[in-house]
């Protein structure tokens, strides 16, 4: 099963309404920037990894518009869609007890954030770029 395939298998058992606002055929899996962090540290646990940070990027995208596995017009459900995504992939990284990762998210989540709200999705684009290509570095 892919990263995409148990992130909308655990939405669809999650919650009733998740479940109703997932795609039938979503895109984007293992999409720039996530697929950056193939790499020395992610290569051990690439299953877990990915979980990870495919939950976080579509946080993301729910929070900012252009969601990959749920669409829903109610920007409620979305926000607090986003927030569920964020802490499942934060949650599943953090039990690989890798720290150095967990302090990179967290800065990633609010660069993003600042970047999305001050207008300027290409520096929130590049921050996960940057940010997923250090997770894979191991740096």
């Not at 660069?111 to 290509?133: D, L, N, R, Y």
Request: aromatic fraction near 4%.
């Amino acid at each position: 099963m892919t990263a995409f395939e148990s992130l909308s298998h655990d939405l669809a058992a999650d919650d009733p309404l998740l479940a109703a606002a997932l795609v039938s055929d979503p895109i984007g899996e293992g999409e720039a920037p996530v697929a950056l962090a193939a790499g020395p540290r992610t290569e051990g646990a690439a299953g877990d990894y990915s979980y990870g940070l495919e939950a976080i990027r579509e946080g993301h995208l729910l929070h900012w518009g252009g969601a990959r596995l749920l669409a829903t017009q109610d920007a409620d459900l979305a926000l607090l869609a986003g927030d569920r995504l964020y802490a499942a992939g934060l949650e599943r990284i953090a039990a690989l007890g890798d720290a150095p990762t967990i302090t990179e998210l967290s800065r990633l989540i609010m660069a993003a954030a600042t970047a999305q709200a001050e207008g300027v999705p290409a520096a929130a684009e590049a921050a996960w770029e940057a940010s997923c290509a250090r997770i894979g570095a191991g740096s």
